[in-house]
């Protein structure tokens, strides 16, 4: 049969109804299945993205924190508190580069900032079983360290720059795959000479160092101590509500339910307001045992323009502290976000700054108004403490601390422990390198028992 024969039979048999109803359902099953392979395929590039993307966002973590502890090293002044700085180097190194080996950059890319990671992590390891010993660490030690941090600001710099061309859509992990990036190839070229043999370690991963201000989560005691005054129905509780926004704001209060569970049982209200909509509303809890509140959230929406700036804020705070009983309460830290100050209020006693009798206040920066409170750190903690005499004197605090930080202020300080106790110390505030700290000796031994650096946000003033 000729060629133009068969075509005309190929037509014939297509003019065929059902023939042609079977070419066309062939043809939508292999489009169905095209489509098909083509999501399945791009669902599986998006969960390898979302790994990458994973893993470099904790690398850049963890690079962060590396940069602050070793720079936190060179504040230190006591063997013991530089030796667990280190260690917490090594550890935040060691992840960084587990994270690091799961980008799809080929490895000579990575050569040069693995090997740096490598060396943060082997000399941090080393320097701590020195200082464990006792032994300080020695001029060109702390030269050492200091070369790595300018290296680990440059790498953190890097970094940062590269999240934000990963986030813009302007860099896809594709093309680091593909090619990878001149990014990493200039991190560390000129790293120190000085090697450090590679020990097999072990690590695990430690909580995120930022949080709110100094010693924030430190506030659960066993028994509350500041939780006084006599046991209330639901009745007597609610009126403790009415009084704290005013009996002329409150158009009704009803009780919503209970926690009789825990050291702080509490009774919890809806608040309704006079003049405003229905729908925003307060959600207040109240202690049993004295009344007091324990934490209020006001929902309503905050105006985009700010009206009203932190410093007005903190003293509206602290004025709205006043008129509800909290006497002697020093404003700390604060975080700025959707047009609202979160303040942070600390307890003094005397000269004395008492961080763990905490009191966060929520101001809205559109008209003033608190629409956050919240207490548990003061109801935990607050009583009157015997504070004793210091045993050494500020100078000589102040002679404790490394001559590279640049001391601004000083004062006492009592602070909590993660053992639920508390240090009476001398907070000294300073400067190293362009950055602020915090660091704490105690009074009545001269041990270095923290340091803090202070990072100034735009949304706010936080601790790392």
Do not use: C
Not at 319 to 348: C, P, Q, S
Not at 446 to 461: A, F, R
């Amino acid at each position: 049969m000729s060629i133009r024969e068969k075509l005309l039979d190929l037509k014939r048999r297509l003019s065929d109804r059902k023939m042609y109803s079977i070419v066309i359902v062939a043809i939508a099953a292999v489009a169905m299945w095209g489509f098909y392979q083509y999501k399945h395929a791009a669902d599986l590039r998006q969960e390898l993205d979302n790994q990458y993307n994973r893993a470099f966002y904790d690398m850049v973590g963890y690079v962060n924190n590396v940069e602050v502890l070793l720079i936190k090293s060179l504040i230190s002044n006591s063997p013991e508190k530089t030796a667990a700085t280190l260690q917490e180097a090594w550890r935040q190194a060691n992840l960084a580069q587990t994270n690091l080996g799961q980008l799809p950059v080929s490895p000579e890319v990575l050569a040069n900032t693995s090997k740096f990671l490598t060396q943060v992590g082997d000399l941090a390891y080393s320097l701590n079983n020195q200082n464990m010993s006792g032994k300080s660490l020695s001029e060109e030690q702390y030269k050492l360290i200091e070369q790595l941090h300018g290296f680990s600001v440059s790498l953190e710099q890097s970094l940062n720059d590269l999240q934000t061309q990963l986030s813009t859509g302007r860099i896809k992990w594709g093309d680091l795959a593909n090619k990878g990036t001149r990014l990493f190839q200039k991190t560390s070229e000129n790293m120190p000479g000085a090697q450090f043999e590679n020990i097999d370690k072990t690590f695990q991963e430690y909580p995120t160092l930022i949080y709110d201000g100094p010693f924030s989560d430190h506030m659960t005691q066993t028994e509350p101590k500041g939780l006084t005054g006599e046991d209330m129905d639901v009745e007597q509780a609610k009126q403790r509500v009415i009084e704290f926004f005013g009996r002329d704001k409150v158009k009704a209060v009803d009780e919503v339910g209970r926690v009789d569970e825990g050291q702080i049982k509490t009774y919890s209200y809806s608040v309704k307001f006079n003049n405003v909509p229905e729908d925003q509303t307060a959600t207040v809890d109240v202690t049993q045992k004295g009344g007091n509140v324990l934490w209020m959230l006001y929902n309503r929406p905050v105006g985009p323009q700010e009206q009203i700036n932190v410093d007005q804020a903190k003293a509206l705070g602290k004025r709205f502290l006043e008129e509800h009983g909290y006497k002697d309460m020093v404003d700390t830290y604060y975080l700025k976000e959707d047009n609202t100050a979160i303040i942070n209020y600390a307890y003094k006693q005397g000269d004395v700054v008492v961080y763990p009798d905490l009191i966060k206040v929520k101001i809205a920066l559109d008209n003033g108004e608190v629409v956050g409170f919240e207490s548990k750190g003061y109801i935990s903690n607050h009583t009157q403490r015997n504070i004793p005499e210091p045993k050494i004197t500020l100078e000589q605090a102040r002679a404790l601390i490394t001559s590279r930080m640049n001391i601004m202020s000083a004062g006492l300080a009592i602070i909590p422990t993660d053992y639920k106790t508390e240090i009476f110390t001398y907070e000294f505030k300073g400067k190293l390198n362009d950055r602020d700290f915090l660091v704490y000796i105690n009074a009545e031994n001269g041990k270095e028992e923290n340091i803090l650096m202070i990072m100034d946000t735009p949304n706010g003033i936080l601790t790392m």
